[in-house]
């Protein structure tokens, strides 16, 4: 293991031993919908954001997907219609 790879385990162990998660949920007309600790909350409030849309063209992200999604990239796109959207940001906060 190189000097560089060693740095990068180093710092990403701290940030994820000494930071708490928190999931920002934020609509497209409403902006932020709620801050949470609890992925499965920030999933629902997500959903019933877009889940009152007459739109019959809305697409809404499984709660599989959205958990991969927000593992690999820290943002995922939940509820996607003409009448409203959702997502999920995942920030790392000091304890």
């Given at each position: 293991m190189?000097?560089?790879s060693?740095?990068?385990?180093?710092?990403?162990?701290?940030?994820h031993?000494?930071?708490k998660?928190?999931y920002l949920v934020?609509?497209n007309?409403?902006?932020?919908?709620?801050i949470f600790?609890?992925?499965k909350?920030a999933?629902?409030?997500?959903?019933?954001?877009?889940?009152?849309?007459a739109?019959t063209?809305?697409?809404?992200?499984?709660?599989a997907?959205?958990?991969?999604?927000l593992?690999?990239?820290?943002i995922?796109?939940?509820?996607?219609?003409?009448?409203?959207?959702s997502?999920?940001d995942?920030?790392?906060?000091?304890?």
């Amino acid at each position: 293991m190189t000097e560089t790879s060693r740095d990068v385990c180093y710092i990403y162990s701290l940030i994820h031993n000494t930071m708490k998660k928190v999931y920002l949920v934020s609509g497209n007309q409403d902006g932020i919908l709620g801050i949470f600790t609890n992925i499965k909350k920030a999933y629902a409030r997500s959903v019933e954001y877009g889940g009152g849309s007459a739109s019959t063209n809305e697409t809404v992200m499984t709660y599989a997907k959205t958990c991969k999604a927000l593992k690999e990239v820290g943002i995922a796109y939940v509820v996607e219609s003409s009448y409203a959207e959702s997502q999920i940001d995942i920030w790392y906060i000091n304890e």
